[in-house]
């Protein structure tokens, strides 16, 4: 058994295949209705694959927007009640102001 290389005592050479359709042995050549097909078939099913992408990428920007907008909620309830808080310890401190005036008269 002998091994083939490009050059004699250089292994990292190897024969290069022909480049043109022409050079080719008749078993690897292809016709062309076949090559067309072929590509055909690969346009589709990259085009399936983009609309898988398409999909997924469009449900994680749904589940996104809807985890940014359920933060955007509680921060805003947080928020009014911290308000409502706020005005209510105001109001208490009126009402006990106005109490004191009222045992001052």
């Known amino acids: ?61 749904r589940k996104r927007e809807a985890t940014l907008k359920r933060r955007q909620a509680l921060e805003e309830k947080e928020r009014q009640e911290k308000l409502a808080a706020l005005f209510s310890a105001k109001k208490l401190k009126r009402l006990q102001n106005r109490k004191r005036k009222a045992i001052k008269k």
């Not at 016709?31 to 589709?44: C, T």
């Not at 983009?50 to 920007?61: M, P």
């Open 1 to 61: 058994m002998t091994i083939s290389f490009g050059a004699r005592g250089k292994p990292w050479k190897y024969h290069k295949k022909a480049t043109k359709r022409s050079q080719l042995s008749r078993g690897l050549r292809k016709s062309w209705g076949e090559r067309l097909n072929e590509r055909k078939e690969k346009e589709v099913t990259k085009q399936l694959e983009q609309e898988l992408r398409n999909e997924v990428e469009a449900e994680k920007a």
